[in-house]
């Protein structure tokens, strides 16, 4: 399907005659893919040789989080950049605690069990809101049975930027949703397990990062992701950290 997708979309690109076609991530399937669109000029990485792919092509400094790989990437090609005011950050203190679970990568997932005693522990305080995915439909039904008090969000990816506008924190695993939540100036809470959350943590002021107490030594089937390390934290240390936080946000706003 994914392969179908992209054939399509690299016809469609053709008729379109391409000028400039860009690619972050230093990918040899993504300078490839950029290559099959014929654009006039392409920037990105040469790493895992996409010098051959791409008409620009710059050395990545891998240590660098993505965001920086691609602030510095833009530079090249004197792309003016909008200044990220730190006052675009905010909290809305009547706002519901958004739990985002859906994840499409099964190593990056924290179990159910794990959100559901979450949820109970941060009713005590604060209202709670669970985004429906295909992924959380399980979870949503196993709250319900339980009795417990919690909002429900569904909706487009548009819909979802409005209503989070309006939240005071959101909790999410390492995938698309904290990272749009901090762009859009929600304090983010996200769930890492054994990857290195210095690459790829959501850039938000007011973010923070809840991890492993120990360094992964589980066998995996993943150079970067471990399940069991993800499934290692409890959700009381959740709650703790994001309780704590919150307030620490809400005394400095």
Not at 219 to 230: A, E, N, P, S, V
Request: glycine residues 6%; aromatic residues 12%.
């Amino acid at each position: 399907m994914i392969k179908k997708y992209r054939q399509n979309f690299i016809h469609l690109s053709n008729l379109k005659n391409i000028d400039l076609a860009i690619d972050f991530k230093g990918d040899l399937r993504n300078s490839w893919f950029l290559w099959s669109t014929h654009p006039k000029v392409s920037y990105g990485y040469n790493t895992t040789g996409g010098e051959y792919f791409i008409t620009n092509s710059f050395s990545m400094n891998q240590k660098d989080h993505q965001y920086i790989r691609a602030l510095t990437l833009i530079k090249q090609f004197g792309c003016k950049l909008v200044k990220n005011h730190e006052s675009r950050y905010y909290s809305v203190k009547n706002g519901c605690i958004v739990l985002h679970s859906g994840s499409s990568d099964l190593a990056r997932s924290w179990p159910d069990y794990h959100w559901k005693e979450l949820v109970k522990l941060l009713t005590t305080h604060f209202k709670v809101s669970l985004v429906l995915t295909k992924e959380s439909k399980n979870l949503f039904q196993s709250l319900k049975a339980e009795g417990l008090e919690f909002e429900c969000f569904e909706g487009s990816l548009t819909s979802f930027c409005d209503y989070i506008k309006n939240q005071k924190c959101l909790i999410a695993l390492d995938s698309m949703a904290g990272h749009l939540g901090s762009f859009l100036g929600i304090p983010v809470v996200s769930l890492f397990g054994s990857q290195n959350p210095e690459l790829t943590k959501p850039y938000n002021k007011y973010g923070k990062i809840i991890k492993p107490q120990k360094p992964c030594k589980h066998k995996r089937g993943h150079w970067r992701l471990c399940k069991l390390c993800l499934e290692s934290i409890p959700p009381e240390k959740v709650y703790g950290e994001v309780y704590q936080h919150i307030l620490h946000i809400e005394s400095n706003l």
